[in-house]
Structures are given as C-alpha cells and as structure tokens.
C-alpha cells in the first residue's frame, strides 16, 4: 500500500465530517423542506465543503472527475492511492 | 448521472487480517439486505414513485452506494494478507477456488445476488414500507455482524453503518406520512 502522509488523512477526516452533516441535512430536509435553519446550516456547510475540498486537492489531487475538478500535469485522477488503499 | 469522489464516506480500519468476518461481512455485500440490494431498489423506485419522494430515494439510494464500497473496503482488507490455507480455515476455501480474493456479489454462505432480492410494486405505500423492513433488516444484520466481531476497529465503522440504516427508515417514515397526507387533501376536493 502506498504511504500517504498524516496530513492525509487529517484533511480527509475535516472533509469527511462535513460531508456526513451535509448527508444528514439533506436527508432531513427532503422530509422537512421549510426548516429555514437546517437550510441555513446546509449551506453554510455547503461553502466550508468547497475550501475544504480545495485544500484537500491542492495537495492530494482530484476528488472528483468530469469537470469536476482540476487536474494537476500530468494528469493525476488515476494516481494511486484509491479509497480502500489508504 | 453520478459522480465518483475518490474518498469513502467515513474511515474504515481494521485491526488485523480476518477472513472470517469477512465471510460474515460479505452478507451486507451480495446478501438480501445487502448495501447492493438497498441501492439497486431505491434508485429503481424512483421513476414511478410520487414527486415528493424522488430527492428522498435519489440521495439514500446514491448513499448506499457509498456504503457498498465501505463494505468492500473492509472485505479487502480483512482479506488482503490472507494465504490460501488461512482462507480455506475460515470457510472461504469454496470462495477462493473460483474467485481467489476477488470480491464477488454473494451472501455469507455464498449464494450469489439476485434481483428477486428487490422489489418494485407501482404502489408508493407498498414500495415505501419495503424500504422501511429493509432498513430494518439491515441494521439488525449489522449487529449480527458487530457480535460476530472482536475487531474494535471493524466495528468502528460497521457502528456507523448500522447507525445510517436507522436514520435512513426514520426518513422513509416521515415520506410515508408525507404521502398519506397528499392523499388525504386529495380527497377533500
């Protein structure tokens, strides 16, 4: 398995935190749709999800593909390691 | 359409190589109540289920997804280290011997998945409850799984899970009493 640095998995974990409010606040929100502060507090985290994201891939390559993220040269969305490697 | 994000939803660790729990595991894998099952029926109910529930369906059918590769990650490394006698010791020498440590859609005793496992009936009350029971059976075979378990890194993560199913037929009750409710003003006019 390749050696990732701690840093890693920190990032990893902020992202993964918020991410699980953001499941969550969907989730509830598909059954309670005019609870303006669970809305409030999704998009809030909504925005903290984007720097988030964009710390995690300025040192650790693309999330996500298709557009939606940038790639680094030479093209990084392959690089090891994958989810279940680390 | 999905996108993939190269994470998983909540860290999986385990403790050490174990290839009988992965045997164990593997039921939420390819089993009936399985993750794949969960997945394959809400995303297939969608396209006849009434507006109000589709977003609901979408987003716990696209999070199962997230769950099934959590699954095959414990699976993977539950089993990655393991020689063929340790496989064979717990119970997956029939496993190995078509599959190597290939993960394959199977339950614990090896039966492979079916779409029998799922249901779509056209009816949103009748779809709707089946989603509750699977939820429900799902959380009950992840405790199963947890007793099964000594690894405390393992279970970390299989508590997680068993944690989304409730929330998830928490949700599915909420949309059957949103449905019920649509029904009733119907009815008025």
Same mark, same amino acid.
């Given at each position: 398995?390749?050696?990732?640095?701690?840093?890693?998995?920190?990032?990893?974990?902020?992202?993964?935190?918020? +991410?699980?409010?953001?499941?969550?606040?969907?989730?509830?929100?598909?059954?309670?749709?005019? +609870?303006?502060?669970?809305?409030?507090?999704?998009? !809030?985290? %909504?925005?903290?999800?984007?720097?988030?994201?964009?710390?995690?891939?300025?040192?650790?390559?693309?999330?996500?593909?298709?557009?939606?993220?940038?790639?680094?040269?030479?093209?990084?969305?392959?690089?090891?390691?994958?989810?279940?490697? *680390? | 359409?999905?996108?993939?994000?190269?994470?998983?939803?909540?860290?999986?660790?385990?403790?050490?190589?174990?290839?009988?729990?992965? =045997?164990?595991?593997?039921?939420?894998?390819?089993?009936?109540?399985?993750?794949l099952?969960a997945a394959l029926?809400?995303l297939?109910?969608?396209?006849?289920?009434? +507006?109000? *529930?589709?977003?609901?369906?979408?987003?716990?059918g696209?999070?199962e997804f997230?769950?099934?590769?959590?699954?095959?990650?414990?699976?993977? =490394?539950?089993? =990655?280290?393991?020689?063929? $006698?340790?496989?064979?010791?717990?119970?997956?020498?029939? !496993?190995?011997?078509?599959?190597?440590?290939?993960?394959?859609?199977?339950?614990?005793?090896? *039966?492979?998945?079916?779409?029998?496992?799922?249901?779509?009936?056209?009816?949103?009350?009748?779809?709707?409850?089946?989603?509750?029971? %699977?939820? $429900?059976?799902?959380?009950?075979?992840?405790?199963?799984?947890?007793?099964?378990?000594?690894?405390?890194?393992?279970?970390?993560?299989?508590?997680?899970?068993? $944690?989304?199913?409730?929330? !998830?037929?928490?949700?599915?009750?909420?949309?059957?009493?949103?449905?019920?409710? $649509?029904?009733?003003?119907?009815?008025?006019?």
């Amino acid at each position: 398995m390749k050696q990732v640095p701690a840093e890693y998995y920190q990032l990893m974990e902020q992202l993964q935190a918020v +991410d699980f409010v953001l499941v969550e606040l969907s989730l509830y929100l598909n059954t309670h749709n005019d +609870d303006l502060d669970a809305i409030n507090q999704f998009n !809030h985290y %909504a925005k903290e999800r984007k720097k988030l994201k964009k710390a995690f891939e300025s040192q650790f390559g693309p999330l996500q593909q298709f557009g939606n993220s940038f790639s680094a040269y030479p093209w990084n969305w392959d690089d090891a390691p994958w989810p279940w490697q *680390v | 359409m999905w996108l993939y994000e190269k994470k998983l939803q909540y860290p999986v660790r385990v403790s050490t190589c174990n290839p009988m729990l992965a =045997k164990f595991l593997i039921e939420q894998y390819g089993g009936a109540d399985g993750e794949l099952s969960a997945a394959l029926r809400y995303l297939n109910q969608r396209y006849s289920i009434p +507006d109000k *529930v589709i977003g609901l369906l979408t987003d716990i059918g696209t999070e199962e997804f997230a769950h099934l590769e959590m699954i095959a990650t414990m699976v993977y =490394k539950l089993t =990655k280290d393991a020689t063929p $006698e340790q496989l064979k010791a717990a119970g997956l020498g029939d !496993h190995y011997a078509n599959h190597d440590k290939a993960l394959y859609y199977h339950d614990a005793s090896g *039966v492979p998945w079916t779409a029998s496992y799922i249901q779509a009936k056209g009816d949103p009350i009748a779809d709707l409850y089946e989603d509750i029971a %699977a939820e $429900e059976k799902a959380r009950a075979t992840y405790q199963w799984i947890i007793n099964l378990s000594d690894d405390p890194d393992l279970n970390d993560g299989l508590r997680f899970l068993r $944690e989304r199913e409730i929330v !998830h037929s928490q949700r599915f009750r909420e949309a059957v009493e949103i449905l019920k409710e $649509e029904q009733g003003k119907k009815k008025i006019f």
